[in-house]
């Protein structure tokens, strides 16, 4: 078969990284930017750069091969650019060699840029945006280069967006009583998750074969049974290593800004970029191409590991990692888009690479520390095309997981609960009629019906019949088991929605208005950190918040606020500010989502999501926060304990 290179995780890594690192570029030139007021909202926005460091600096109001060598780019459309951009300066042309002679005018001295801009509607104090400029030298041009921003506006309204509050002490409640840390608990869950990956990796038709191969070489050739059990061990070890070094780049993004990951997860185009590359994985799993890397870098990576000792078989684990890409890259894929998800950072992502890599190296130690066991492996066959093709139709369902959160954050509605589920009975459908032979493919073998076959048939009909109720208007369409995967029972096809519960009235996105609410009632504030695409926090709302003694408390006893940090809807240009965090970075607050996902980080701490915090109306914690309770009765003894804190 052919094989698609680039690979395709290749490609994940490469669009997660462009996305973490966009989020800060820094210009290559070295810009100033001021402001003057023509009229009433008429401002004089002015570029200039003193020294282009042996840079060409290509002028603006050009197009080379339709590409424009400037552009303006403002957060809001209420600001409008008038006219064209007017340039000054010792500017020169010059006969482009990369567009066969044509002539363009550039800089390589002082110039200046002046942009006439109107806004409409209330001014703000200060005005982000991004210029866009091109440079080069020679043969080399660089189009699209970003200069990020923040320039004040003369006659200004200050933005009234609070952020970082300062009498919300997160390390002096009033009552000690909830989670001991902000930290996500669910890394042993992400652990075993990737283990299991692992483990499923290890009998697809790449790796298996590989066992008894491998096993044998480390008892045979390593001239004692106790150095071969040495190497097998290290090399085991080596494999779990290759896999947490792998997630160790996303720690450096991680560090830079906390938030970025979170940003991954719920940004629109990388989650409908993951559905694309999800397809790809399962038609790859169908056996249409095979993905994985140049042949040419399996070779070289190969011939180091006749290297002696530890580099020799670090090596060859590498190879092991390389030659079996073409069916552990979707899986590692699937984990890798899967922790991103979770809203956790970095750390969840290396915890489950560190589960993938120990499922996929256990087993070749324990086969040479016990090589009698060999004897009991199945041999590979028509068996290993299943798990392969199966795996496929899984990867089928994980992309319409992806689809539904970009349609989720931007509320689109063509991917409502009963779509969703009725894709995934579809899928069921297909993995049960190919388990049973009436779908076939080109390179299957007609299957044999041992057992194993039938318990997994079994399995799958079981779960496709458990979602059939889902696609209807009645109250068995809650299917509490996957609750969280399909999007929540109000975003529904059904005009009136059953299941939709109505008991709660949260003030969506509206933190000072509750507030004002709290004070009115003299009751405390329940803030309820949440995302359009969070699992955990539709679990919450479907599973814990439609208790009976939690549903009472929250309705009566609290003001409850929302607030989503996915949230894309962009503030009102007067409440869009450069914010500096407690860390030192520079963070445009653009979005609604901008703003509660940094309001979050800055007073408590976290950038996962549930998080539940109980404030006092004069902006008091009562208590440490809480974060995904599956369980109702301790989520009542916090709310409790809130209110307890409240009287105090």
């Known amino acids: 078969m052919n094989s698609c290179k680039p690979s395709f995780l290749f490609v994940l890594f490469f669009l997660i990284s462009s996305f973490a690192f966009s989020q800060d ?31 060409q600096l290509y002028a603006p109001n050009q197009k080379l091969s339709d590409i424009a060598t400037t552009e303006l780019q403002f957060p809001d459309s209420s600001i409008q650019l008038v006219s064209e951009m007017n340039d000054s300066g010792n500017a020169r042309k010059v006969e482009s060699s990369i567009f066969e002679g044509t002539s363009v005018k550039i800089y390589e001295s002082p110039t200046s840029w002046k942009q006439l801009i109107n806004i409409k509607g209330p001014v703000p104090a200060t005005l982000q945006g991004v210029l866009l400029y091109t440079y080069g030298k020679a043969d080399e041009f ?35 009583c909830g989670d001991d840390d902000t930290a996500d608990k669910s890394l042993a869950g992400i652990f075993l998750l990737g283990f299991l990956g692992g483990l499923i990796a290890l009998i697809t038709p790449c790796v298996f074969p590989l066992i008894p191969l491998t096993v044998s070489f480390f008892t045979k050739r390593s001239g004692s049974r106790q150095k071969g059990v040495r190497n097998a061990l290290m090399y085991g070890f080596s494999i779990f290593l290759i896999y947490v070094i792998l997630s160790l780049p996303f720690h450096i993004v991680d560090q830079a800004n906390p938030e970025v990951l979170n940003n991954i997860s719920t940004n629109i185009w990388l989650n409908l970029a993951f559905f694309v590359i999800f397809i790809f994985f399962a038609l790859s799993f169908f056996g249409l191409y095979e993905i994985g890397l140049p042949s040419g870098f399996a070779n070289k990576i190969d011939t180091k590991s006749g290297i002696s000792d530890f580099w020799g078989i670090f090596f060859m684990a590498l190879t092991l990692a390389i030659v079996s890409f073409s069916c552990t890259g979707p899986i590692l894929g699937s984990l890798l888009a899967g922790a991103l998800t979770n809203d956790g950072g970095a750390i969840q992502l290396t915890s489950g690479m560190a589960g993938f890599g120990l499922g996929l190296a256990l087993p070749f130690a324990l086969f040479a520390l016990f090589p009698g066991w060999l004897q009991s492996l199945p041999k590979s066959g028509g068996w290993l095309t299943s798990v392969k093709i199966v795996l496929g139709f899984l990867e089928l369902a994980l992309a319409v997981k992806f689809l539904s959160n970009a349609d989720l954050v931007k509320q689109w509605g063509f991917l409502r609960r009963e779509t969703f589920i009725a894709i995934w009975i579809i899928i069921g459908i297909a993995i049960v009629l190919y388990l049973l032979g009436v779908i076939r493919f080109s390179h299957d073998s007609k299957p044999k019906m041992t057992k194993t076959r039938w318990a997994f048939i079994i399995l799958f009909a079981a779960a496709t019949l458990y979602l059939v109720p889902g696609v209807t208007n009645t109250s068995a369409a809650n299917l509490r088991l996957i609750s969280g995967f399909p999007p929540p029972m109000c975003y529904s096809l059904y005009k009136h929605p059953v299941n939709c519960e109505k008991n709660i009235e949260p003030i969506i996105n509206d933190y000072e208005g509750a507030l004002r609410l709290a004070k009115e009632k003299n009751k405390p504030v329940l803030i309820d950190f949440t995302g359009w695409a969070c699992v955990n926090c539709r679990r919450m709302e479907e599973k814990v918040w439609p208790n009976p003694d939690v549903a009472r408390m929250m309705k009566n006893d609290f003001i409850v606020v929302s607030l989503y940090v996915d949230e894309r809807k962009r503030l009102p240009l007067a409440e869009q500010v450069q914010f500096k965090t407690k860390t030192g970075v520079e963070k445009s607050i653009v979005t609604v989502g901008d703003k509660w996902a940094t309001f979050q ?48």
């Open 601 to 648: 980080s800055e007073n408590f701490n976290a950038v996962s999501q549930p998080q539940y915090a109980i404030i006092s109306p004069d902006e008091k914690v009562l208590t440490k926060t809480k974060s995904y309770t599956p369980v109702a009765e301790e989520f009542v003894q916090w709310l409790q304990c809130g209110l307890n804190a409240m009287k105090k």
């Open 142 to 176: 660089y189009p699209g280069t970003a200069f990020n921003f923040t320039v004040p506006l003369e006659g200004g309204t200050a933005a009234s967006t609070r952020i970082r509050i300062s009498s919300l002490d997160l390390g002096n409640p009033v009552s000690i």
């Open 25 to 55: 570029s820094s210009s290559v030139l070295p810009w100033k930017v001021s402001s003057r007021k023509i009229g009433n909202g008429q401002y004089e926005v002015q570029f200039s750069v003193s020294n282009t460091n042996g840079w």
